[in-house]
Nanobody, 118 residues
Framework: QVHLVESGGGLVQPGGSLRLSCAAS????????MGWYRQAPGKQRELVAV???????NYADSVKGRFTISRDNAKNTVYLLMNSLKPEDTAVYYC????????????WGQGTQVTVSS
């Protein structure tokens, strides 16, 4: 069992920045993929960014150049630095951990609210 806890969400003005953190705990040998997804009201959950244990990353086109995902493998923690935030970035952001990368042993955090508004 793996438990993920997100932190760092909040209310920011357009153009502002936030840094999200997600720490994984439990019976973990390693986590192959960690990532961030988001879900706005009335919309489907979408991928924001993912990162492998080796450092390979993938970003949604909508956040490329603005968001940066990183991780600390020793701490089983993933971060998302969000710059130049836009109102359309408003959503609940969820942390995900896929232990083996096969989609069979993945876990989700409870989500953290990010609201971008003036």
């Amino acid at each position: 069992q793996v438990h993920l806890v997100e932190s760092g969400g909040g209310l920011v003005q357009p153009g502002g920045s936030l840094r999200l953190s997600c720490a994984a705990s439990g019976n973990i040998f390693s986590i192959y993929v960690m990532g961030w997804y988001r879900q706005a009201p009335g919309k489907q959950r979408e991928l924001v960014a993912v990162i492998t244990s080796g450092g390979s990353t993938n970003y949604a086109d909508s956040v490329k150049g603005r968001f940066t995902i990183s991780r600390d493998n020793a701490k089983n923690t993933v971060y998302l630095l969000m710059n130049s935030l836009k109102p359309e970035d408003t959503a609940v952001y969820y942390c995900n951990a896929d232990l083996s990368g096969d989609g069979l042993d993945d876990y989700w955090g409870q989500g953290t609210q990010v609201t971008v508004s003036s």
